[in-house]
């Protein structure tokens, strides 16, 4: 009797012993994850008006969303850059007690939903907040405004960036900088031409997976930014408006959802994840 | 005044690592001893890798370390470091990597890479600046980690187990390598090995450590041909035997060892009755007898074999006094050897030395 | 290495979008008015010589008629740039400037949430009313004819949450008449109910006259008697806080002048109280 190849196969094809291990009754479930995951995105493509996407696309409302995100999401990112490879270093290069809750501090932003990270951001520079009021009195005003944005972005992405960096950092070892500092480099040296080269592909993975998750930033910024024509107005929030509270405008917040599923795709070909550890 | 003197110590878990050194400049000195007997230790103490608890540190006229002082800072120290893993900079190429000493001292990039190439010319790796590490063999990996480690001039060289890493046919290569290469550039070294080779090749002056503690100190040579401790004995291939001096006769003396046997052998200088000595000797002078001698030579010892191991020219034989004996295979089936078996040892005393310990 | 190289593309690309949109786009276009003039700060003094920017946060019932007395009072006062207004419901705008939010003119959809901030705003002017209307699918398919009609099984109605304005009203409506709704969803603002009703994901909801009105056919309203006992009144304040004061009040001007009634009424929007 012939023996049944696995679903996916062409029949006659040999059965790799890897799938032959897998037992029959995963592969619904299995099946079904991926239909999860692709279906509704299907959906939504098919949804789209091919021939009023250029228009929707370059529509002003979509314009000025897609500028206000990548301008926001480049701030952001750049932000956190320069305060997450310093608190990715220091991390990977502690332990004991303290290490421990600075990483639960900073996974914290990771688990809140954003919305409540939006609550307590109002709750600091808020005209009613703690740091706010002080703020406020001398005219400095952060809430509502297209910085608002920034701060609020920053927030959530910053630990994608720490944390995956802090991994990169910890494989890697503190070995070589042994090295280079019997070599006679002193810190910054050992920093600049050792240890920041030697975790590129990670930095270039974590950076990108920061500007995503920047890009994509919704909940902190509803509350913290608000949802202002050309200040304020990112691309998610674009879409919610535009889909859920505006009769005519229901293209233009499909036609941006087209645009951050390119993004993604685009990202995930920067990044193109590994089947194991991924950053090396 | 020694060019390098350290009384560093550091207080270990099981014991304290205290090994004081006294270094000539161009002085290449060899620590050996068991596994886990501080020889790293003391190597990491010397480079600033690790903090001591007390004692201090001087190297070429600077104090580097001393005690209430703030330590002079590893990069600052001048003291070069190589290990069994070469650990080249993966993401440099060679020229690279061996110009990172001279540029992080100041030189510009253009003559660090000529000095670099230089170096990589005198360690037989003309052409290869280029490469990167992971395009190299182990063995060139390890020349460009010497070329490293000598590019930028260090008043003191540590290797710890250099060779450990190497295959059959390469170690011998980059030993030879290193003898001239240490030699031309008279570079101070510490050398950490396990290989008594190594230190019969390379070292001026062996220094055995045990426990943390130095057991066995001196010229290569004599270290080797006269240990003062077992282990320094145990790599040289030879038996010891420590006790006190019992008696004299013509020309020999007798020891009672430790384990209580008699040793008798010829003395190398004076010694007094009660004088602590050593008596040494080769495995290949024992002869092994399944039964107690007639005509009882002097050094007779009954023992039982505790092991049987492959050696050089057949099979040592370890037995329970602590003297291990190298028979031929054939005549271990003669006898019919075998763990546990009772023999009689003999050797003749003009075979066996005895110094003052 | 592959994978810089291709990082160095993908920001070129971003740097690339950057640069197109930044040139195609202006600051203070609009997604749906017609006639936006040149950006801020243009030209000379047209008429009042009134300058500087403008921003107005006004209730999501008001978008059709605020959008077209912006566009008339941008046209009148080339000098000022009137920012896009923002739409949401009143309580949402509430909470924003009392978070901080930097605005002019607010206007709300009914007296209870303009209260809230009645310290940070000049004295309120009254400047229209609206009413309640049930919005159903074209046609009436489900035959809804009264308050009551909404608690029938098989009706899914979708409400405005209790504290935007339109919420508040059609609770007060809903009490009146004695009917217990569970509605399938509480929206933000009473647009987004709307949109709802309109895309079929819901049968019934309570919106304005005006929303209606404005949908262009895409639900039709139905009137019943609880609606007159829960009118809102919208009132309109210029903020204390206001960067351009002069103009703030020159916008509220517009929208009490009979220009400004005319075009209110036009959409359903009934008078204010005296």
């Known amino acids: 009797m012939r023996a049944t190849s696995p679903p996916g196969h062409a029949a006659g094809t040999r059965t790799s012993p890897a799938a032959a291990a897998v037992p029959r009754s995963l592969y619904l479930p299995a099946v079904i994850g991926v239909g999860l995951l692709v279906l509704p995105l299907l959906a939504l493509l098919l949804k789209i008006d091919w021939a009023e996407l250029p228009e929707a696309i370059t529509s002003p409302a979509a314009l000025n969303a897609l500028k206000l995100s990548l301008i926001t999401g480049v701030a952001a990112t750049l932000a956190c850059l320069v305060l997450g490879i310093p608190l990715a270093l220091v991390l990977a290069r502690s332990s004991g007690q303290w290490s421990r809750v600075l990483r639960a501090l900073v996974t914290l932003p990771l688990v809140l939903p954003p919305m409540v990270g939006g609550i307590a951001l109002l709750y600091l520079f808020g005209r009613q907040g703690k740091l706010g009021g002080y703020l406020f009195a001398l005219g400095i005003r952060i809430p509502f405004t297209t910085v608002a944005v920034v701060i609020a972005q920053t927030f959530v992405a910053l630990p994608f960036l720490v944390l995956s960096l802090e991994g990169s950092l910890r494989t890697a070892g503190t070995r070589y900088e042994t090295v280079a500092a019997t070599l006679g480099a002193g810190r910054w040296t050992v920093f600049r031409r050792i240890t920041l080269p030697l975790v590129g592909p990670g930095l270039l993975a974590a950076t990108v997976l920061c500007f995503a998750r920047a890009l994509g930033e919704f909940g902190a910024t509803a509350l913290f930014a608000g949802n202002a024509f050309g200040v304020t107005r990112t691309m998610p929030l674009a879409i919610y408006i535009y889909f859920t509270a505006s009769l005519e405008d229901q293209q233009t917040a499909i036609a941006l959802s087209f645009l951050l599923i390119v993004v993604a795709a685009a990202i995930l070909l920067v990044l193109r994840p590994r089947p194991a550890e991924g950053i090396r | 005044m020694s060019y390098l003197r350290s009384d560093l110590a550091v207080q270990r878990s099981e014991f304290t690592v205290d090994v004081p050194l006294a270094v000539e400049r161009g002085e290449v000195v060899a620590l050996l001893g068991p596994n886990g007997a501080g020889k790293s230790t003391v190597l990491h103490l010397l480079a600033g890798l690790l903090g001591p608890t007390s004692g201090s540190l001087e190297l070429a006229g600077r104090v580097l370390s001393a005690p209430g002082a703030r330590p002079v800072p590893v990069p600052e120290r001048r003291i070069g470091l190589m290990s069994q893993d070469p650990l080249l900079f993966p993401h440099l190429s060679a020229g690279d990597n061996v110009a990172f000493g001279p540029r992080s001292r100041g030189m510009g990039k253009a003559n660090a890479r000529v000095a670099a190439a230089e170096e990589l010319a005198r360690m037989g790796l003309d052409g290869m600046a280029d490469r990167k590490p992971v395009q190299l063999s182990g063995g060139q990996r390890q020349r460009v980690a010497l070329a490293r480690a000598l590019a930028a001039d260090p008043d003191l060289l540590l290797l710890d187990e250099p060779l450990g890493a190497l295959d059959v046919q390469t170690a011998p290569e980059i030993r030879q390598l290193l003898r001239t290469r240490l030699a031309a550039a008279g570079t101070t070294t510490v050398l950490v090995t396990h290989d008594v080779l190594d230190a019969a090749v390379l070292a001026d002056r062996i220094v055995v450590i045990d426990r943390g503690a130095m057991v066995d100190e001196g010229p290569a040579t004599r270290v080797l041909s006269a240990p003062r401790s077992p282990f320094s004995a145990h790599i040289a291939g030879v038996n010891l035997l420590v006790g006190d001096v019992v008696g004299s006769g013509e020309g020999t003396v007798t020891v009672r060892s430790g384990n209580e046997i008699l040793v008798t052998g010829v003395a190398i200088s004076g010694l007094a009755t009660g004088a602590a000595a050593a008596a040494v000797f080769r495995p290949s002078a024992v002869a092994v007898y399944p039964a107690e001698v007639a005509g009882s030579p002097r050094n007779h010892w009954p023992a039982t074999v505790v092991g049987l191991e492959p050696a050089a020219d057949g099979v040592r034989v370890r037995t329970s006094v602590g003297v291990a004996a190298d028979l031929t295979p054939a005549a271990i089936a003669e006898l019919g050897l075998t763990i546990g078996a009772r023999v009689h040892l003999a050797v003749k005393a003009t075979e066996i030395r005895i110094h003052p310990h | ?274």
Do not use: W
């Open chain 3, 1 to 274: 290495m592959r994978q810089g190289r291709l990082f160095v593309s993908f920001a070129a690309v971003i740097a690339a979008a950057m640069a197109l949109v930044g040139c195609s786009s202006d600051d203070s276009g609009g997604a749906t008015s017609s006639t936006t003039s040149a950006s801020a700060g243009a030209s000379s003094g047209g008429s009042g010589g009134l300058s500087g920017e403008l921003t107005i946060f006004a209730a999501a019932s008001l978008k059709e008629g605020f959008d077209e007395l912006r566009d008339q009072f941008q046209t009148a006062n080339p000098g000022v740039a009137v920012k896009e207004i923002t739409y949401d419901g009143s309580s949402a705008l509430v909470t924003q400037i009392q978070g901080g939010a930097q605005v002019d003119v607010f206007a709300s959809a009914d007296t209870k949430n303009m209260d809230k901030i009645t310290d940070m705003v000049q004295t309120p002017t009254e400047f229209a009313t609206n009413t309640l209307q049930i919005a159903v699918a074209p046609g009436n398919p489900k035959g809804i004819s009264d308050l009551a009609g909404l608690a029938e099984p098989g009706v899914t109605v979708v409400l405005c949450a209790a504290e935007v304005p339109c919420g508040s009203a059609a609770h007060t409506a809903l009490d009146k008449a004695g009917v217990t709704v569970t509605p399938v969803s509480e929206e933000q603002n009473v647009t987004a109910v709307l949109t709802k009703v309109a895309s079929g994901d819901a049968d019934a909801g309570l919106v304005y006259r005006t929303d209606v009105k404005s949908s262009g056919g895409k639900v039709d309203g139905i009137d019943f008697p609880e609606a007159a006992d829960a009118v809102n009144h919208y009132p309109i304040a210029v903020l204390k806080q206001a960067k351009n004061p002069a103009a703030a009040q020159a916008f509220i001007d517009l929208v009490t002048s009979d220009a400004g009634q005319a075009v209110l009424a036009d959409l359903g929007f009934g008078k204010p109280a005296a």
